[in-house]
């Protein structure tokens, strides 16, 4: 009895997936993350552009996280299509003592980041830039 079990088993036994599934290549972009102590009223800081297209990117994670407000639309995501000139750009406000986190698609080949500051001093600043390619065998 227990042989013919077994057996019942292992002829209903379909696998799910044939395909090998890798996961997510997840890599910090160190051109556009920081970790501050320090910037000055009303000061900015920019990152420098990375090229999405050589790495396979499909997406950015960003988590930012300050003690004080930035300026109006402070954090801003540049898009260009040459790595000097940006062609469009998002903007957002960051509000005091928070944290964001953002998921993009890119639609250039290049991106990069800045943070300008609000009218209060700013004893931490944390920007992470995580670039994410697609997960592969689907």
């Known amino acids: 009895m227990k042989k013919f079990l077994v057996l019942i ?8 997936c044939s395909q090998t599934v890798s996961q997510f290549n997840n890599e910090i972009d160190v051109n556009n993350s920081i970790e501050a102590t320090s910037i000055a009223i009303d000061s900015a800081w920019t990152g420098s552009y990375t090229d999405l297209i ?7 994670t960003f988590f930012v996280s300050a003690d004080s407000a ?10 260009s299509i040459d790595g000097s000139t940006a062609v469009d ?10 944290t964001v986190n953002l998921v993009v698609t ?3 080949r290049y991106y990069k980041t800045s943070y300008t ?4 001093a700013l004893n931490r ?13 689907f």
């Open 9 to 16: 088993l292992f002829l209903f036994t379909v696998p799910i």
């Open 54 to 60: 050589s790495k396979g990117i499909s997406s950015i």
């Open 89 to 98: 750009s998002v903007y957002y406000s960051i509000v005091s003592d928070s």
């Open 125 to 137: 600043l944390i920007i992470e830039a995580i670039l994410r390619t697609q997960a592969k065998g």
């Open 117 to 120: 500051n609000g009218s209060k």
């Open 106 to 108: 890119p639609f250039t």
């Open 70 to 79: 930035s300026a109006a639309n402070g954090f801003k995501i540049y898009y």
